[in-house]
């Protein structure tokens, strides 16, 4: 059971309108890693977890949080098209900075939302479930989860550097420290779990029915060598069950493919069978 609390966690208020800005802000609300992509992420991976404990309310706090993130930015959204100028849009850019700003305004914050946010990215692209990763393994969940808030928090700094307005920054610079955290706080789970289910995904897989001559092997198919110089190319494994082993000139282990050709219905191209000449 979710319970709203009307005040936000964070003030959201701009200090002027500003419709164009309103668009780019759509991208950390509804793109592939906006707000509502990791509140969903979260959610849903903490209601799979089928045991009882910290896990499950690690991921049901901070999916809780994000959906308070998705509230401010819409509001924030919102009051950024204020008075925007949706009417007579001809007379109201003969103002040459006005009219730059509306020319890259999206038209659907005016036509579709009535001057608020929409679930979409900046480029209108509505948001799909697709983005989201709930797997019911913790460790691969929160190694998805660790890119996701890398991603978002890098857009949210690109936003930051791009806007001047100082309620739009005060605002930003509290998502980016909440990202901080979060980043730090999935580190600390993933650590957690290695240690007890060590780092490679899926643990319980049984080691025999792996192909184990290849498994700590790095190839290189790129020209020269500068890939060895990789702590991945020499030494003990991460997972400490072997040596990495680095390969110059990696081995082709299968054969030159030959497939049977396909029946005469199927009319592919096929010299093996004389075609009918009526």
Same mark, same amino acid.
């Given at each position: 059971m979710f319970y709203h609390i009307k005040e936000l966690q964070y003030p959201s208020k701009?200090?002027?309108?500003?419709?164009?800005?309103?668009?780019?802000?759509?991208?950390?609300?509804? %793109?592939?890693?906006?707000?509502?992509?990791?509140?969903?992420?979260?959610?849903?991976?903490?209601?799979?977890?089928r045991i009882d404990g910290k896990y499950k309310d690690l991921l049901m706090d901070v999916g809780t949080e994000e959906l308070a993130h998705v509230e401010m930015l819409a509001t924030?959204?919102?009051?950024?098209?204020?008075?925007?100028p949706v009417g007579d849009l001809e007379e109201a850019c003969k103002n040459p900075v006005l009219g730059a700003i509306i020319g890259g305004m999206n038209p659907q914050h005016a036509i579709v939302s009535g001057l608020g946010a929409m679930p979409a990215d900046s480029v209108g692209n509505r948001w799909t479930a697709d983005y989201i990763i709930a797997s019911g393994n913790l460790l691969a969940d929160f190694r998805a989860n660790l890119n996701a808030e890398s991603q978002g928090r890098l857009q949210v700094a690109r936003l930051?550097?791009?806007?001047?307005?100082? %309620?739009v920054k005060d605002m930003l610079s509290f998502l980016i420290a909440r990202d901080t955290m979060h980043q730090n706080m999935w580190l600390a789970a993933i650590e957690e779990l290695e240690q007890k289910e060590g780092v490679v995904v899926p643990s319980t897989f049984p080691r025999e029915l792996e192909k184990q001559q290849v498994a700590y092997d790095f190839y290189n198919f790129s020209q020269g060598?500068?890939?060895?110089?990789?702590?991945?190319?020499? %030494?003990?494994?991460?997972?400490?069950?072997?040596?990495?082993?680095?390969?110059?000139?990696?081995?082709?282990? %299968?054969?030159?493919?030959?497939?049977?050709?396909?029946?005469?219905?199927?009319?592919?191209?096929?010299?093996?069978?004389?075609?009918?000449?009526?």
């Amino acid at each position: 059971m979710f319970y709203h609390i009307k005040e936000l966690q964070y003030p959201s208020k701009p200090d002027r309108p500003d419709p164009l800005f309103a668009k780019q802000l759509q991208e950390v609300l509804g %793109g592939q890693f906006g707000e509502i992509s990791v509140a969903m992420q979260y959610l849903f991976q903490g209601f799979n977890v089928r045991i009882d404990g910290k896990y499950k309310d690690l991921l049901m706090d901070v999916g809780t949080e994000e959906l308070a993130h998705v509230e401010m930015l819409a509001t924030m959204i919102a009051r950024l098209l204020d008075n925007a100028p949706v009417g007579d849009l001809e007379e109201a850019c003969k103002n040459p900075v006005l009219g730059a700003i509306i020319g890259g305004m999206n038209p659907q914050h005016a036509i579709v939302s009535g001057l608020g946010a929409m679930p979409a990215d900046s480029v209108g692209n509505r948001w799909t479930a697709d983005y989201i990763i709930a797997s019911g393994n913790l460790l691969a969940d929160f190694r998805a989860n660790l890119n996701a808030e890398s991603q978002g928090r890098l857009q949210v700094a690109r936003l930051y550097e791009i806007t001047s307005d100082r %309620g739009v920054k005060d605002m930003l610079s509290f998502l980016i420290a909440r990202d901080t955290m979060h980043q730090n706080m999935w580190l600390a789970a993933i650590e957690e779990l290695e240690q007890k289910e060590g780092v490679v995904v899926p643990s319980t897989f049984p080691r025999e029915l792996e192909k184990q001559q290849v498994a700590y092997d790095f190839y290189n198919f790129s020209q020269g060598d500068a890939s060895a110089e990789g702590r991945w190319a020499y %030494g003990p494994s991460m997972d400490g069950c072997s040596e990495f082993r680095y390969i110059q000139n990696p081995p082709a282990y %299968g054969e030159i493919p030959v497939l049977n050709p396909a029946p005469p219905y199927i009319f592919d191209t096929n010299f093996q069978i004389p075609p009918s000449l009526c």
